[in-house]
């Protein structure tokens, strides 16, 4: 693993909604990713498990969750090891927001932002998504978004206000 001396604070969000094998469904592949990501650092909070209409194609419920977590990964690096935890847990990339096994995204990082070619954050479209923004709250309500200054608990707010139409 490659260790800087800074340390890092990643909020993550983490979604399935195809089993792996019948004992592994996608509320125990989160798990099971939860338990991989603490080996890249310390798990500072996990947010319930919530379960979620599909965005997209798929037809399956997801099973969605936020953890917050430590390390002294930068952020490129943190994003392999993330995809390295989904690999090993079933991920295949077929079809865009398709059925999958495990999805882990970078949602915020305690660096506020990150551009690169492979990696974007914040993550460009977490701010219309509830089910991103949900389990972040539980983790992370005053989590400050570093483009719009609004925490998760007022992003959050804003966007089930917009839905409801109020």
């Not at 798929?58 to 990964?73: D, K, Y």
Request: with cysteine.
């Amino acid at each position: 693993m490659v260790k800087t001396s800074t340390r890092h604070v990643y909020a993550l969000a983490l979604g399935s909604n195809r089993p792996l094998s019948a004992r592994l469904t996608p509320e125990r592949l989160l798990k099971e990713a939860i338990g991989r990501i603490a080996e890249l650092g310390t798990v500072l909070a996990v947010a319930p498990i919530m379960k979620t209409p599909p965005l997209g194609p798929s037809r399956r419920i997801f099973a969605n969750g936020a953890v917050l977590v430590e390390t002294g990964l930068p952020p490129e690096a943190m994003l392999l090891h993330l995809q390295a935890v989904e690999r090993g847990l079933g991920r295949q990339r077929f079809i865009r927001w398709g059925a999958r096994r495990l999805d882990i995204d970078i949602i915020l990082w305690s660096g506020g932002r990150w551009d690169s070619r492979s990696l974007h954050i914040p993550h460009p479209t977490f701010r219309d998504r509830d089910f991103v923004l949900t389990p972040l709250c539980a983790v992370a309500p005053e989590w400050r978004d570093p483009v719009s200054g609004l925490s998760m608990r007022h992003l959050r707010f804003r966007l089930r206000k917009a839905i409801s139409g109020g």
